[in-house]
């Protein structure tokens, strides 16, 4: 039988072990230092894995190892390099939880457009049911004009639907091909001019050298006066003390962030809290029951395939 690895410190959230137990000796490894994972993970032949780091230096010494699978849109935590190197092929999942973090960023687009957040926030603080008590007029939902920074499959998705509810499109993504974006009624535009023209922007891209800290206080100063802001994608891409002083000194409305560059109790996320301008939730954009199900049952699939040769449809990750 082969051995598959799942690293995970909650073997009890996790059922590899019943799905795959006709075909392998599924074994759980809680991350460690490099020696005793190694030593764990010595024989297995794959691994599965989410954010979990996996360096050139532990792969090389997984001698046995064929086939990584991560349960995620992302495959940054891997080595690809050094695992293409190594002959071990890596496999992501590139549906994964785009419709939970679509209707998530849509829903917190929705509720900064209609001030849902500094409305209840005026309820609950002075006991008052009265309209035009908060700062900013309120706009039809239909005439808000969306910048997306990122075309990719959930900036795709997002922008889908929220024409539903007759928002005009704009995006920048220097690697998607304009066509792609006119074909869906998406304007594609310079990073600079979607700045200045975005009623909302809303951030859909990957995290790395070239995007970190990609909105800063020059790129929230160019943005329009009174727009609003949206990160459900990757802590980092935006520096949030920047976004702070934005909002602070009135000339962003409001924010909306799933995540952070430090998701835990810090000054400034207790500072945002205590504001009614930021509407914030704690990284669960990509969480569902549905999602959680159907990115184990591709798994197991993937890996099914991949251990009897059919991989001409397996979504390899290529350096």
């Given amino acids: 039988m082969y051995h598959i690895s799942v690293l995970t410190g909650r073997q009890d ?161 220097p690697f998607v091909d304009e066509q792609i974006m006119q074909k869906d009624n998406v304007r594609p535009l310079d990073f600079d001019k979607l700045l200045k023209t975005s009623d909302m922007i809303s951030l859909h891209l990957p995290l790395d050298e070239t995007t970190q800290y990609i909105f800063q206080d020059e790129q929230f100063e160019q943005m329009k006066k009174g727009a609003m802001f949206v990160n459900c994608c990757r802590g980092g891409l935006a520096d949030e003390a920047a976004l702070y002083h934005a909002v602070d000194d009135g000339h962003i409305r409001s924010a909306a962030l799933d995540v952070l560059s430090m998701e835990n109790p810090s000054p400034m996320l207790l500072k945002m809290i205590a504001r009614p301008e930021f509407l914030l939730t704690p990284n669960v954009g990509y969480h569902s029951v549905e999602a959680d199900e159907q990115v184990r049952c591709e798994a197991e699939q993937y890996i099914r395939d991949f251990l009897v040769g059919r991989r001409d449809r397996l979504p390899i990750v290529t350096p």
């Fill in 13 to 173: 959230e996790d059922d590899f072990g019943e799905r795959l137990r006709d075909i392998a000796r599924v074994t759980y490894c809680a991350l460690s230092d490099e020696d005793n994972m190694a030593d764990a993970l010595e024989d297995a032949e794959v691994i599965i894995c989410k954010n979990e780091r996996l360096q050139k230096s532990l792969l090389q010494r997984l001698t046995d190892l064929k086939l990584i699978v991560i349960l995620s849109t992302r495959s940054d935590s891997v080595d690809i390099q050094a695992a293409h190197e190594l002959g071990i092929t890596v496999l992501n999942n590139q549906s994964y939880c785009v419709t939970d973090i679509a209707d998530h960023t849509c829903a917190m687009m929705l509720a900064l457009i209609r001030q849902l957040p500094e409305y209840q926030s005026d309820i609950r603080k002075h006991s008052r049911w009265q309209f035009g008590s908060v700062t900013w007029p309120l706009h039809r939902v239909g005439d808000t004009l969306i910048g997306l920074v990122g075309y990719g499959h959930v900036g795709r998705a997002v922008a889908k639907r929220m024409q539903v509810f007759g928002c005009s499109i704009q995006a920048y993504d």
